[in-house]
C-alpha cells in the first residue's frame, strides 16, 4: 500500500514570502508555520506559531477574525496544550496551515498594514517562554535505526552476532515513561540506580556513572483506531500530526543491569526531553526519501510503496558549562530501517488504541559511518573511546554542567525549515538520593 500520495498544500508553496523577515539560515521561514504553546510577556499561555523570530499568538489572531470560514470552536487557541487542536483531525491542521500563509503572505495587506493588531498578535521569541506542546498521553520508544540496534548489541551483547534475529522482521520498541517528558530547556537531574560498577562483582546504588543521551526524533498522533481494531499501514499517514527532536536521557550503567528481560526500564526513564515546536508532516512532505531496501520483505501488514522516510538532518553539541559547544554526531533520519507509517501500523496491529497526543520516538538516529552516531554510548564505545572538548577536556559521558543540544532541519534548492532546538543541562544527584 502507497502511503500518503504526495498532494498539493498551498501553504508549501516554496515561491511564497512572508512580510515577517526571515533570514536564509532561519528554521522557520513561512513554508513551516510549527504548532506550539507560549506564555507571553503579558502573562498569557496562547497557542502559536512562529516564522522568522516572531511568534504569533493564534488565540489573538482567532479572536480578531482572521479565521473567518474555518471550522474552529472559539477556544481552540486559547489552550495550555495542543490536544484538542489535533484532536480535530488533518483538514483542520491544512485549513489553518494555509490560512495563516495566506495572512502572512507578503502581498495581503490585511494584517501587515494593521499597526494595532499587528501588536496584540506578534511578539518577538525573546518575549515569550516555550511551555510544553501536548498534554502527553502515551509514550512509546522505537529501535529503529539498525545501525544504532547493531552498535548497541555488539557493546552490551555479542559483537559477534550484534543484530538480534527479530530485528529485520518487526519494528522493535519499548513502552517509555509519559510523566517524565518535559519540553526542551529543563534541567536534568543525574539519576540515580542500581548498576554493577565495571568490572566489579559488587552491587550498589548510586549516581549514575555514564549518563547519556540519545538524539532522536519523534512523531505525535491523532486518535486513531478504536480498542480492538487496527491501522491498515496505507492509512497511518492521516493520522500523525507532526515531528519534535526528542533526546531519550539513558543511564547506560542502570540500564545494562536492569534490562534483562523485559528491556529499558528506570535507567531512562528520569527523563525525556522534546523540542517545543511541532513541525507537521503536511510540511515535511517535500523531503520524502526513500527508505533502505528491506531485505527480508516485510510481512504483508508492514509492506509499503513509495518515499516513506524523512531527509531530516541531524546534529548533537555537548557545551561544556560556560563553555563553546562541540559537534559530537551529525546524522539524518533518512537512515531509519522502519518507516514511521511502519511503527505505526505494528503499534496498533494488535488492536492498542493510538490516542490523540501519543508520541512515538524513533530511537536513536545512528548513521553508518563514525561522526555519525547518535549517543555517547557509541561515539566513545561505552567510555573505552574518550572524545575530547574544546576546552580540552575528555568525555566518555556526560558530565554536570554539560547541556547536549540537538538540531533538525531539511533542505533543497528552495526551501529551508528546521526544528530549533532541544537542551537539557546535567544537574547533580538530587542530596539524600
Ligand atoms: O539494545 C539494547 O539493549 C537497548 C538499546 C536502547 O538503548 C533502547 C532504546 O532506547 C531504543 C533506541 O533508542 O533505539
Ligand atoms: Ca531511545
Ligand atoms: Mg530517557
Not at 193 to 212: A, H, V, Y
Not at 354 to 367: L, M
Request: proline share 6%; aromatic share 10%.
Amino acid at each position: 500500500m502507497s502511503n500518503s500520495p504526495i498532494v498539493k498544500i498551498s501553504a508549501n508553496d516554496p515561491k511564497r514570502k512572508s512580510w515577517i523577515k526571515v533570514n536564509s539560515y532561519s528554521d522557520f521561514p513561512i513554508q513551516n508555520i510549527p504548532f506550539g504553546v507560549f506564555i507571553t510577556k503579558h502573562d498569557v499561555i496562547t497557542i502559536g506559531t512562529r516564522i522568522g523570530k516572531t511568534c504569533i499568538d493564534l488565540a489573538a489572531l482567532h479572536q480578531l477574525g482572521y479565521f473567518e470560514g474555518v471550522p474552529l470552536t472559539e477556544d481552540i487557541f486559547m489552550q495550555d496544550n495542543l490536544n484538542d487542536f489535533i484532536d480535530d483531525g488533518r483538514k483542520t491542521w491544512r485549513a489553518v496551515r494555509n490560512r495563516i500563509a495566506e495572512i502572512f503572505d507578503e502581498n495581503n495587506p490585511i494584517l501587515r498594514d494593521n499597526e494595532k493588531h499587528r501588536e496584540e498578535i506578534l511578539f518577538d521569541e525573546k518575549d515569550i517562554e516555550m511551555l510544553m506542546p501536548i498534554s502527553v498521553n502515551d509514550y512509546t520508544d522505537f529501535y529503529s535505526s539498525k545501525e544504532h540496534a547493531t552498535n548497541v548489541g555488539s557493546i552490551f551483547r555479542d559483537p559477534e552476532n550484534p543484530l538480534l534475529p527479530n530485528y529485520l522482521h518487526i519494528p522493535i520498541g519499548y513502552h517509555g515513561r509519559s510523566s517524565s517528558i518535559v519540553i526542551s530547556g529543563t534541567g536534568i537531574r543525574r539519576p540515580a540506580g542500581q548498576r554493577k560498577t565495571n568490572g566489579k562483582k559488587e552491587i550498589t546504588f548510586g549516581p549514575t556513572k555514564s549518563m547519556d543521551f540519545e538524539l532522536e526524533m519523534a512523531f505525535i498522533t491523532t486518535g486513531a483506531n478504536k480498542l480492538g481494531n487496527t491501522i491498515p499501514i496505507g492509512e497511518t499517514d492521516q493520522y500523525i500530526f507532526g515531528m519534535v527532536l526528542l533526546n531519550d536521557w539513558s543511564a547506560r550503567d542502570i540500564q545494562a543491569w536492569e534490562y534483562a528481560p523485559l528491556g529499558p526500564f528506570l535507567g531512562k526513564s528520569f527523563a525525556t526531553s522534546i523540542s517545543p515546536w511541532i513541525v507537521t508532516m503536511d510540511a515535511l512532505q517535500p523531503f520524502r526519501v526513500d527508505g533502505p531496501e528491506q531485505d527480508p520483505k516485510p510481512l504483508p501488514y508492514l509492506r509499503q510503496t513509495g518515499k516513506n522516510n524523512y531527509d531530516i538532518n541531524l546534529s548533537a553539541s555537548i557545551k561544556p558549562k560556560g563553555k563553546q559547544e562541540a559537534v559530537v554526531c551529525e546524522t539524518n533520519l533518512k537512515h531509519m530501517y522502519w518507516s514511521v507509517y511502519q511503527q505505526l501500523a505494528h503499534q496498533a496491529s494488535n488492536g492498542c488504541n493510538i490516542c490523540t497526543a501519543d508520541i512515538y520516538g524513533s530511537g536513536t538516529i545512528s548513521g553508518p559511518e563514525k561522526g555519525s552516531f547518535g549517543s555517547m554510548l557509541e561515539i566513545t564505545w561505552n567510555g573505552k573511546e574518550p572524545i575530547k572538548m574544546k576546552d580540552g577536556t575528555d568525555r566518555k559521558f556526560l558530565k554536570n554542567g554539560d547541556t547536549v543540544i540537538l538540531r533538525g532541519y531539511c533542505k533543497n534548492d528552495k526551501i529551508r525549515l528546521g526544528f530549533g532546538e532541544c537542551r537539557g543541562i546535567i544537574k547533580k544527584t538530587k542530596e539524600g538520593i
